[in-house]
């Protein structure tokens, strides 16, 4: 199990940038992937990003691709996600969270541990 909490949130024009960070107490945090998702009001959770355990890889949805990119730290147990050219309706809740065990990457239930979430508003 790990903790993680998530900063970096905020109001931002539309075409600006935000980078997210998300901290971990776990002391394994090498081992997970991590993922980035998002939900906006009235809106299910949908998944934005993750990157493997050790960084090999990465995966974005489509809404993000091409504007923004994950990355981590290990030996920090910092993972980020950096966003660029945002829209209004990147407008969302962004929560990060650990997948230490077999599951499709892009569905909330295949992660176990979740940050508490940090606010991100886009005006237009």
């Known amino acids: 199990q790990v903790q993680l909490a998530e900063s970096g949130g905020g109001l931002v024009q539309a075409g600006g940038s935000l980078r997210l960070s998300c901290a971990s107490s776990?002391?394994?945090?090498?081992?997970?992937?991590m993922g980035w998702f998002r939900q906006a009001p009235g809106k299910e959770r949908e998944f934005v990003a993750v990157?493997?355990?050790?960084?090999?890889?990465?995966y974005f949805a489509d809404s993000v691709k091409g504007r923004f990119t994950i990355s981590r730290d290990n030996a920090k147990k910092v993972v980020y996600l950096q966003m660029n050219s945002l829209k209004p309706e990147d407008t969302a809740v962004y929560y990060c969270?650990?997948?230490?065990?077999?599951?499709?990457?892009?569905?909330?239930?295949?992660?176990?541990?979740w940050g508490q979430g940090t606010q991100v508003t886009v005006s237009s």
């Open positions: 990157i493997t355990s050790w960084g090999g890889s990465t």
């Open positions: 969270a650990a997948k230490g065990r077999s599951g499709t990457y892009y569905r909330d239930i295949s992660y176990d541990d």
């Open positions: 776990g002391r394994t945090f090498s081992g997970y992937d």
